[in-house]
């Protein structure tokens, strides 16, 4: 079965504070993304990456960066986290095969509460 | 990507097949469907996709109309398990762009 681990299911974090949230995917997939989940706002795209060192600006990329340094992991980077970017975390990786049907495995979640 | 449409709410009572629409009809001829769930304080699970027939896997069913403009995923024997978010997607197999997620369907399975 895939596999998308997120480090971290729960953290309270300070404002100002630098915040990294990290996923690994043990399936060799090239596509991975970032998603943020608010109630009434439904799934939003951060970031998301094609392939290592390669990273493209989802729909709310303010305020945050992302790291693809190796295949397997792709990290989100709060720079100084502000109490709106309280949320669900979601990381997930695609699998392009044909046969897989272009599928995207999700990770369990981060919740981030920010104070 | 084309437009989905999924009623806000469903409910289903324990043990009988859970129905859930999708209307798709600005479809184009490579976009596939694709069907989502994601259950409280979880991250979104893939269930099953399809181009034109119809198809079953260990978890649902999936029936997309002969026109391609709607689809329904059916859960043959629903479980308290499966109350969730249902989403419904479309898009073409080749696609680099990611998935949209819209609003979905809140199924509750009711015991």
């Known amino acids: 079965d895939v596999k998308v681990t997120q480090s971290s299911r729960y953290l309270v974090k300070r404002t100002g504070e630098k915040v990294f949230l990290e996923c690994v995917q043990d399936m060799d997939h090239e596509n991975m993304f970032w998603y943020r989940q608010d109630p009434g706002l439904g799934l939003r795209l951060i970031y998301f990456?094609?392939?290592?060192?390669?990273?493209e600006k989802g729909d709310i990329p303010e305020g945050y960066s992302v790291s693809r340094e190796k295949k397997e992991r792709f990290s989100l980077i709060l720079e100084s986290a502000s109490t709106n970017q309280t949320s669900m975390y979601l990381c997930?990786?695609?699998?392009?095969?044909?046969?897989?049907?272009?599928?995207?495995?999700f990770g369990e979640g981060s919740w981030l509460t920010v104070v | 990507d084309a437009k989905t449409t999924q009623p806000p709410s469903m409910d289903c009572a324990e043990g009988r097949a859970a129905n859930l629409p999708c209307n798709h009809s600005t479809i184009s001829g490579n976009e596939y469907v694709y069907w989502y769930r994601q259950i409280h304080s979880q991250g979104p699970q893939y269930i099953i996709h399809?181009?034109?027939n119809n198809e079953t896997n260990e978890m649902a069913s999936l029936i997309i109309t002969e026109d391609r403009k709607s689809s329904t995923l059916i859960l043959p024997h629903a479980t308290l398990r499966d109350t969730a978010v249902y989403y419904c997607i479309v898009r073409s197999l080749s696609g680099n762009t990611p998935l949209v997620f819209g609003k979905g369907t809140r199924l509750s399975v009711i015991a």
């Open positions: 990456s094609y392939d290592v060192k390669m990273k």
């Open positions: 997930a990786s695609r699998d392009q095969g044909q046969s897989s049907g272009n599928t995207i495995y």
């Open positions: 399809g181009l034109k």
